[in-house]
């Protein structure tokens, strides 16, 4: 499987801008992208995925890059709750995810 | 609709004793995953069920595990025997249909295991 590389940690200020990195510079042409949270003491929950084109839904916004080697989780204004690990997780012919560590996102008042 | 719901939401057992967790995925998805999730680690994949067979069997990590889905519907996992480095939160997944183009997870709450 293409493996993912992600930042530990990250901060944010509350109701700014958040822009998560993920490399997946050995990804595939069927791998689809995908990065889903988990907020604390709560299983995952889906974010928002992508093939080639950027993507928009109510919670963010993915940006990939015209290479796919590489991705961007941005979420528009930061809130508290948003306070969680996000994984960046590649699926293209398997059927399970294999998440990594994550980046651990915390939101400052 | 209701989501995927995971029982009990705590389980504390002894060492060598047997436990089964119980998984209700959401109505209508026909795939169902189990993973587990060791204090402060990422999620393990354990195994995945298309309806009732299990294709993938890989990540079980003994033959002290075992895991069964009946009617396309409830899964159960079993631990025998249990040990202490079993304590995890287990946590059951489904899905629409299978991950491979994109469809999405849909995660329980977990099971929180103790083994004393």
């Known amino acids: 499987d293409a493996k993912t590389t992600q930042p530990n940690s990250m901060e944010s200020n509350e109701e700014e801008p958040v822009h998560l990195p993920c490399n997946h510079s050995t990804i595939s042409g069927t791998d689809y992208i995908h990065w889903y949270r988990q907020l604390p003491s709560q299983g995952p929950e889906y974010v928002i995925h992508?093939?080639?084109s950027n993507v928009n839904n109510r919670m963010a916004s993915l940006a990939i890059a015209e290479d796919r080697k590489s991705s961007t989780l941005i979420l528009h204004r930061a809130t508290l709750r948003d306070a969680a690990v996000y994984y960046c997780i590649l699926n293209g012919n398997n059927n399970d995810m294999r998440f990594g560590a994550g980046t651990r996102l915390t939101v400052k008042p | 609709g209701a989501g995927v719901s995971q029982s009990p939401s705590n389980k504390v057992t002894e060492k060598g004793k047997d436990v089964e967790l119980r998984c209700d995925p959401i109505?209508?998805?026909?795939?169902l995953y189990w993973y587990r999730q060791s204090l402060g680690q990422g999620l393990e994949f354990l195994i995945y069920?298309?309806?009732?067979?299990?294709?993938?069997k890989s990540g079980l990590p003994s033959d002290r595990f075992s895991a069964e889905r009946t009617g396309g519907s409830v899964s159960t996992l079993t631990i025998q025997r249990t040990q202490q480095e079993d304590s995890a939160v287990y946590l059951c997944a489904s899905s629409l249909g299978r991950l491979a183009g994109g469809n999405e997870q849909f995660f329980g709450p977990g099971t929180r295991l103790t083994v004393l």
């Open positions: 069920f298309q309806g009732n067979s299990a294709p993938d």
């Open positions: 109505s209508g998805h026909t795939a």
């Open positions: 992508g093939l080639t």
